[in-house]
């Protein structure tokens, strides 16, 4: 079974600038979940998604964040613009839809991020 | 609204020595507990979970761990560590029957592993 994809590996760009990153979860998985990493921290939820409508967002920065799974499979994460500390991993996992029983999140390897 | 600390930021052990890196919870109930683990450039893989009965559960890769409710802990064990252990170790809570899996990470211990 193929893992959680997610491209591109490393990124480098100036303040201001924008990127998008971009996750394929499991087949099948309703689930998708978008975490940012920063050096020396616990992954942290932007954003959840179940199929293609937004479940939690609280901890998105709207004002430069956004995301979107449209047809409710893969999905896009973008910056615009980008600030330093912004400079982080991006972790996408996803799990079969959520319910009453817990479902286990399998996470992708990340995009490394880093903003000049 | 759950949380989690754990108090180690940076572990030594030799290798074939035993390990325990700890995890504190805060939380109203009996919460989902997870150990995480990350490798350099990786994913985080589950090492093992924690929803209700036995409090000693057993993960992958030799790893165990205890829930105790008094100490609102779950502390990660192994018996004799290997030099391909070496990585950092993330505790996680979940609020069971709160909707979408929604799970916190604490700040991760990071392991090395001497020869």
């Known amino acids: 079974e193929a893992g959680v994809a997610q491209s591109p590996r490393y990124k480098i760009i100036e303040k201001r600038q924008s990127v998008a990153f971009w996750c394929n979860p499991i087949s099948g998985h309703a689930t998708l979940y978008w975490y940012q990493q920063i050096l020396g921290q616990g992954p942290k939820l932007l954003i959840q998604f179940q199929n293609n409508g937004v479940v939690d967002d609280s901890q998105l920065p709207k004002d430069r964040f956004s995301a979107e799974r449209l047809k409710g499979v893969d999905s896009t994460l973008k910056i615009q613009p980008a600030k330093l500390e912004d400079s982080a991993v991006y972790l996408c996992a996803s799990s079969l839809a959520s319910g009453n029983s817990y479902n286990e999140q399998f996470f992708g390897p990340g995009t490394r991020l880093t903003v000049l | 609204a759950q949380s989690v600390t754990q108090p180690d930021i940076h572990i030594t052990v030799s290798e074939g020595a035993s390990l325990e890196l700890r995890c504190n919870y805060s939380?109203?109930?009996?919460?989902?507990l997870f150990w995480y683990v990350q490798s350099p450039g990786q994913g985080l893989q589950l090492l093992l979970k924690y929803f209700s009965g036995d409090t000693l559960v057993q993960g992958i890769k030799g790893f165990e761990a205890e829930f105790k409710r008094s100490q609102s802990s779950f502390n990660l064990r192994k018996p004799s560590v290997h030099w391909s252990d070496a990585a950092e170790y993330f505790c996680?809570?979940?609020?069971?029957?709160?909707?979408?899996?929604?799970?916190?990470f604490g700040p991760g211990t990071s392991l090395s592993v001497i020869p």
């Open positions: 939380y109203g109930a009996t919460p989902y």
């Open positions: 996680a809570v979940g609020a069971p029957k709160t909707s979408y899996d929604k799970v916190i």
